[in-house]
Nanobody, 124 residues
């Protein structure tokens, strides 16, 4: 079992930056990728970014490419999402997820472990 806990959300103004953290614990050797998803009110959960544990490849949604950066600290089993140039449309609950097996990195159903989510609200 793997537990993931997000932190770092909050209120921001357009153009500001925030950094989210996702700490994993438990059987951390059992997952091969960690991702960030987000869900705005009335919308489906959508893929934001993913990083594989080996070799550390990253993929981003087009909507955040160039503004968000996903990174990891292996020693701390922690993944970060640096969010720059925030926009009001980035407002959502952000979830961290870990994947044990293969499957589409873009689909929430691929991921086996989820955090409780952290709210990010961006005002104009």
């Amino acid at each position: 079992q793997v537990q993931v806990v997000e932190s770092g959300g909050g209120l921001a103004q357009a153009g500001d930056s925030l950094r989210l953290s996702c700490a994993a614990s438990g059987r951390t050797f059992s997952y091969n990728a960690m991702a960030w998803f987000r869900q705005a009110p009335g919308k489906e959960r959508e893929f934001v970014a993913v990083i594989t544990w080996t070799p550390g490849s990253t993929v981003y949604a087009n909507s955040v490419k160039g503004r968000f950066t996903i990174s990891r600290d292996n020693a701390k089993n922690t993944v970060y999402l640096q969010m720059n140039s925030l926009k009001p449309e980035d407002t959502a609950v952000y979830y961290c997820a870990a994947r044990k097996y293969g499957g589409s990195i873009y689909s929430p159903t691929t991921y086996n472990y989820w955090g409780q989510g952290t709210q990010v609200t961006v005002s104009s």
